[in-house]
């Protein structure tokens, strides 16, 4: 029987660096759903509709696809009608794009079996803002990964810088705090802990001690 973990926690949190470095150490598959709300985004921004235009973007969803892949090196990418876009959805627009877009029920509804299907016919790590909540339910391994505001937007902020975009510490952190309260406010599917995950505050940790702290927590409850 494969084996789900469910990562789940606000933007920042370090979900998607600590938990591709988790499956590694697990020889799990790594599933990164957030990357999917992104290409939706894109999708979006690409045709000139708003993030909030309800109408179109459920018309725009009768035409595209979306897909996650592994490339040689085990890495997930995400496709977009067939064109790689794993670096186009890593932008702060993108993200407020994918925030907005994720509160749409039908656009949830349109990545779930996708996202179910992996889990199906894989031992995986999979983060996202409702994968214990909604997406997968009965997962083995429930955590919430979270770390404050501020520690958050420094990260992003790092990231950022090292991939040479212009950006000030102070934008991402209002983006940040932005995005916590559209995730946490919306109708559908919320963030929030499930009721039997376990709280992980990275705040003071590093890489490496978040990494440690999570898969010692995997394979006990494993």
Do not use: W
Request: aromatic fraction near 4%; proline fraction near 3%.
């Amino acid at each position: 029987m494969n084996i789900a973990i469910a990562i789940d926690g606000p933007a920042g949190a370090g979900k998607s660096t600590i938990a591709k470095m988790a499956a590694k150490e697990l020889s799990f598959i790594y599933v990164d759903t957030g990357a999917l709300y992104r290409a939706i985004g894109l999708c979006a921004k690409q045709s000139d509709i708003g993030s909030k235009d309800v109408d179109k973007i459920l018309e725009m969803l009768k035409t595209i696809k979306v897909e996650l892949a592994f490339n040689d090196n085990k890495e997930q990418i995400v496709l977009l009608n067939g064109e790689d876009v794993s670096s186009l959805i890593r932008t702060p627009e993108i993200s407020m794009y994918a925030s907005d877009v994720s509160a749409i029920p039908e656009v949830r509804a349109f990545l779930l079996d996708l996202q179910r299907n992996m889990a199906k016919t894989n031992n995986i790590i999979m983060d996202g803002r409702d994968i214990g909540t909604v997406v997968l339910p009965d997962a083995k391994v429930k955590i919430f990964l979270t770390a404050s505001p501020e520690v958050r937007a420094k990260r992003r902020y790092d990231e950022l810088i090292e991939k040479g975009m212009d950006v000030n510490y102070e934008d991402v952190l209002s983006d940040v705090i932005t995005r916590d309260y559209n995730d946490s406010h919306r109708e559908t599917a919320p963030l929030k802990p499930a009721e039997d995950s376990v709280i992980v505050d990275t705040s003071g940790l590093d890489l490496q001690q978040s990494v440690e702290k999570l898969i010692s927590i995997m394979k006990e409850r494993m």
